[in-house]
């Protein structure tokens, strides 16, 4: 059964305060890690999709890396419009669709 | 964004009482799932479909049924609803096999 652990739970940040956020995983054979953030109120919003270990993906002040157990996403100088929840998720070999197994998230909190 | 709409966005309903929510997309996606996300869980999927008339079931699927009879239409049923049934429910989309899955933004369901 696939598996994702996401940590911290919570996290509160100072604007300009770098940090990382952790998501292991144990997966059957992985096919994709993704990225998503969510805002109160709203779907999951897509960020990256991570595919090899050793791979990175850059969007502004976001960077994903990938190993072979775990991803990291780092957030570089935030802002408080990086504030919201986010997730990370993992397709495996099994199961059809490309069905994900998601982590229950990292809430960001980036105070000024 | 993706074109995705979820109707309703809220209801409350009671106990026993059969509900469904819409899944309208215009992205002419073949994949369609259906998430529940509740806290302390990560979104689980309910059911999924890989085309008109072809559906499965995800990790959830217990007390729900789907159909979809159109492209661009999803339908999610709660036959009898229970109070386990209250959640935030997610509609996703996805195009080839190497594309993400893209959300809608939810609908929020109270049963009483």
């Known amino acids: 059964e696939d598996q994702v652990t996401q940590s911290p739970e919570a996290l509160r940040l100072q604007e300009g305060e770098s940090s990382s956020l952790n998501c292991s995983y144990t997966?059957?054979?992985?096919?994709?890690l993704f990225w998503y953030r969510q805002d109160p109120g709203k779907g999951p919003e897509f960020l990256f999709t991570?595919?090899?270990a050793g791979e990175e993906k850059e969007k502004e002040r976001l960077k994903a890396t990938l190993t072979k157990k775990e991803s990291f996403l780092h957030i570089t100088a935030p802002k408080p419009e990086d504030s919201a929840t986010y997730l990370c998720?993992?397709?495996?070999?099994?199961?059809?669709?490309?069905?994900?197994?998601f982590g229950t998230g990292t809430q960001l909190k980036v105070e000024l | 964004d993706a074109g995705i709409t979820q109707s309703p966005r809220h209801k409350v309903t009671e106990t026993g009482t059969p509900v469904t929510l819409r899944c309208h997309q215009t992205?002419?996606?073949?994949?369609m799932y259906w998430y529940r996300q509740d806290p302390g869980h990560g979104l689980r999927l309910i059911h999924y479909?890989?085309?008109?008339?072809?559906?499965d079931k995800g990790e959830v699927s217990d007390g729900y049924s789907v159909s979809r009879s159109k492209t661009e239409d999803f339908l999610l049923t709660l036959e009898s609803a229970t109070s386990s049934q209250t959640s935030v429910y997610f509609c996703?989309?996805?195009?080839?096999?190497?594309?993400?899955?893209?959300f809608g933004d939810g609908t929020r369901l109270s049963i009483l």
């Open positions: 996703a989309i996805r195009g080839q096999s190497n594309q993400p899955q893209h």
């Open positions: 997966v059957s054979g992985l096919r994709g």
């Open positions: 991570l595919y090899s």
């Open positions: 998720a993992v397709q495996g070999l099994t199961g059809g669709g490309n069905k994900l197994t």
């Open positions: 992205e002419n996606h073949r994949y």
């Open positions: 479909s890989y085309g008109v008339k072809d559906t």
